[in-house]
């Protein structure tokens, strides 16, 4: 267990809709990062939060937006859902924002579009 | 479980075999790599790292080599039991400061009892 919780486990919903994605971080860490998970296209680094702010993106659709709270708990909005927006999404959190700051993975959520 | 990346290179190896999985990185400028396990269903479990001022690390039964002058990144497993099993992944920080990491496509590592 790595001390990342992601919910939902598993997440069915129709084209065109909105869905939100649940992170909380390992005590202590600071840093928020959102990945997406698909057959095709492997990990792909989406966005990372650091203490609120939101300090690097990746191939993050403008469709998509994320938000990491006061209590450093994040957020993963997906919206307009389409078909190839089926994937797992991991959260990933780390100490502070160094690049050797070790990431520790959630368990994903899978999310469907049907 | 779910799987991820049917269409992953595969290793398979015999129980008590030492496993080497590759990775190549194309950008000379990353200066950090880690090496990542995920077990169906579950997300990926850091197992060992290592800086690029550095060209051998080893941590427990895994030993990481890291080849600056062809890019090329191995992870070395010894004695492999079958709770080895798993997808490998090798991530690299691109470049200095950056904080993403930028995955491989992973190899799937099958341990034959």
């Known amino acids: 267990d790595s001390g990342v919780t992601q919910t939902p486990k598993h997440l069915i919903t129709a084209t065109g809709q909105r869905v939100t994605l649940r992170c909380s971080p390992r005590?202590?860490?600071?840093?928020v990062y959102w990945y997406q998970q698909s057959l095709d296209q492997g990990l792909q680094f989406l966005i990372q939060?650091?203490?609120?702010?939101?300090?690097a993106k990746g191939n993050i659709l403008e469709r998509f937006s994320a938000q990491q709270f006061p209590d450093l708990h994040s957020e993963l909005n997906l919206s307009s859902l389409e078909l190839g927006d089926s994937a797992l999404y991991f959260c990933?959190?780390?100490?502070?924002?160094?690049?050797?700051?070790?990431?520790?993975f959630g368990p994903g959520t899978r999310l469907t579009v049907l | 479980g779910e799987s991820v990346g049917l269409h992953l290179p595969t290793l398979s190896v015999q129980e008590g075999d030492n496993s080497i999985i590759n990775c190549a990185y194309s950008n000379s400028a990353s200066d950090y790599f880690i090496w990542y396990k995920q077990e169906s269903g579950k997300g990926p479990q850091f197992i060992i790292d290592i800086r690029s001022n550095m060209d051998k690390r080893q941590g427990q039964r895994v030993t990481v080599l890291l080849n600056k002058t062809v890019k090329h990144l191995s992870l070395q497993i010894a004695a492999t039991q079958p709770g080895d099993s798993a997808v490998y992944f090798c991530?690299?920080?691109?470049?200095?400061?950056?904080?993403?990491?930028?995955f491989g496509s992973g190899t799937r590592l099958q341990v034959q009892p």
């Open positions: 005590s202590g860490d600071l840093s």
């Open positions: 939060y650091y203490n609120g702010e939101e300090r």
């Open positions: 990933a959190s780390s100490a502070g924002l160094r690049p050797s700051d070790t990431q520790y």
């Open positions: 991530a690299e920080n691109r470049s200095p400061g950056r904080r993403a990491l930028t």
